[in-house]
């Protein structure tokens, strides 16, 4: 069982940074594909942005690109998440997960295997 947590959130205001992490546990000597995704209430999650196994290769939903990045950290599957110029619509509940069986679209929800448990985000404007 591979068991993601992630860490980071909070409140801010509009222009502010957060950096989000993500460590997975549970499956050593796999690394694998990783990504972000946000949902706020009523809505359905929405992918953010993703990176490889090796993170040769990185993917961002077209709202975030120049303000988010994506990075793989020195650990077997962790993942950072820098957010510069914070906007209010960035507000939401951000997931971390990892794509550790399925070879699917990593912009695509149904791809991943398993999930963190989400943290807050909210930028005050």
């Known amino acids: 069982q591979v068991q993601l947590v992630e860490s980071g959130g909070g409140l801010v205001q509009a222009g502010a940074s957060l950096r989000l992490s993500c460590a997975a546990s549970?499956?050593?000597?796999?690394?694998?594909?990783m990504g972000w995704f946000r949902q706020t209430p009523g809505k359905e999650r929405e992918f953010v942005a993703a990176i490889s196994w090796n993170g040769g290769s990185t993917y961002y939903a077209d709202s975030v690109k120049g303000r988010l990045t994506i990075s793989r950290g020195n650990a077997e599957n962790t993942v950072y998440l820098q957010m510069n110029n914070l906007k209010p619509e960035d507000t939401a509940v951000y997931y971390c997960a990892i794509q550790m069986y399925n070879s699917g679209s990593v912009y695509n929800i149904a791809s991943y295997d398993y999930w963190g448990q989400g943290t807050q985000v909210t930028v005050d404007s």
């Open positions: 549970g499956r050593p000597g796999s690394r694998a594909p």
